[in-house]
């Protein structure tokens, strides 16, 4: 590994020991065994560099679930048993110790603190909401259009994000994947109603 992939492992590392706020440059050049000079080489800031540890942290976890094996062949693309099994698989993940979804709120705290970080993130939240369609509705991301993106990949990520803060507050009342799905359903079934 160079010293640019060092320094993103080691501003991962720091991100989960210690959050945004509170790493600093020394911690990442501590963690990844470089130096200072290079942070601002290879990424122009500190802020730069956890943005990107932070995304990549992310995609991770979304690659482990489209390639990890971690949603059963067995249920179709769209289903309501996908819907569960995807949520299932964000869900376990935030109760792992130490798990990035608790700096997703320390971020969104941060708002205009920080617009280096903030302009960055809205980008990747584009393309995270385009991956997400793909968790429950099967197909490539390449293939996912920008109407889609902007309506039901926005639509998963407000879900995602609302379940990330029921888990970072309080989470021994958060839903399960068992209860949003029974929420769904119960959307479902008003709608034929209507």
């Known amino acids: 590994m160079g010293h640019r992939e060092d320094l993103l492992e080691g501003a991962k590392r720091c991100l989960l020991e210690k959050g945004f706020l509170r790493t600093t440059a ?72 130490g798990s990035q979804w608790r700096l997703s709120m320390e971020i969104l705290a941060m708002g205009d603190q920080l617009p280096e970080v903030r302009e960055h993130l809205a980008r990747a939240q584009r393309e995270g909401a385009r991956g997400i369609v793909t968790l429950f509705m099967g197909g490539h991301e ?4 920008d109407r889609t993106t902007d309506t039901l990949g926005s639509f998963y990520t407000t879900l995602l994000m609302g379940l990330v803060a029921q888990w970072t507050f309080d989470p021994e009342s958060a839903p399960d994947a068992d209860a949003l799905t029974e929420g769904l359903l119960q959307v479902m079934e008003a709608a034929k109603q209507a």
């Open 26 to 97: 020394r911690d990442i050049v501590k963690a990844s065994g470089t130096n200072l000079a290079s942070i601002g080489y290879h990424y122009g800031s500190k802020d730069a560099l956890l943005a990107q540890a932070y995304v990549a942290m992310v995609e991770e976890v979304s690659d482990a679930f489209e390639g990890g094996g971690a949603i059963e062949s067995s249920s179709a693309p769209g289903s309501v048993e996908r819907f569960r099994e995807v949520w299932s698989n964000i869900v376990d993940t935030m109760r792992e110790p």
């Open 142 to 145: 390449e293939d996912v259009t």
